[in-house]
């Protein structure tokens, strides 16, 4: 199989519902290389995602000046410079990443208040709205199975599996960004994408 077609980043206008299309894993390299659209693109792909997973996880305690979205914002501008030091080895692994990450800070957070930090413990949940079994099998995928069958898709499927596994946003947000009449009609949608996706990704394991 062919290797997946580059998309260029863009500039994001009204209309568009992701900077690129691209696997996480081809951001972060760009990104490394100093690349600033790539670095956007990340941004825009983790930071939603991200705060609404730990909306709520910074003790009150541990707040002071700094709220759980300011948090994770530093975390994840902490990361993307520190890029060299994260290797993804499967799909979900940026997202489990930022998360560890994220945890880490506000343990650190806690300690600064407190001699006997409350325990946080990291969900093993990569989506919180109705994962399927089938997503949940996406995001364990090694990245070059992965990649070479995203790249055998057509452009809206590609755009709603990465925006779906890769930016984890929820069937609302892909029914919002995407210009769907109901997230009903988006789940049904990111469902025929991905059943497509793992159609490619059976066929290369067997060949």
């Known amino acids: 199989m062919n290797p997946p077609r580059k998309v260029e980043s863009k500039p994001v206008a009204s209309h568009d ?21 790539a670095v956007e693109a990340l941004l825009q792909r983790c930071l939603p995602g991200l705060r609404r997973w730990a909306h709520g996880r910074l003790p009150a305690a541990a707040r002071g000046s700094l709220d759980t979205s300011d948090l994770v914002q530093e975390t994840v501008l902490h990361v993307l410079r520190r890029l060299d030091h994260f290797e993804p080895r499967h799909v979900g692994a940026m997202q489990a990443y930022l998360r560890q990450s994220v945890i880490n800070r506000i ?18 949940d990569l989506v919180s709205d109705r994962t399927s079994p089938l997503e949940v099998a996406v995001q364990a995928e090694a990245y070059q199975q992965y990649r070479e069958a995203l790249g055998g898709l057509g452009v809206r499927d590609r755009e709603l599996v990465v925006a779906r596994i890769e930016a984890q946003w929820s069937v609302a947000e892909i029914a919002k960004r995407f210009e769907m ?15 497509r996706l793992t159609t490619k990704l059976h066929g290369k394991k067997e060949s």
Do not use: Q
């Open 17 to 37: 519902a992701l900077i690129s299309d691209e696997p996480t894993i081809e951001l972060v390299l760009r990104a490394r290389e100093g690349d600033r659209l």
């Open 181 to 195: 009449s109901t997230p009903d009609a988006a789940r049904m949608a990111v469902g025929r994408a991905i059943k």
């Open 107 to 124: 343990r650190d957070e806690v300690r600064k208040v407190s001699r006997r930090p409350m325990p946080v413990d990291l969900p093993v």
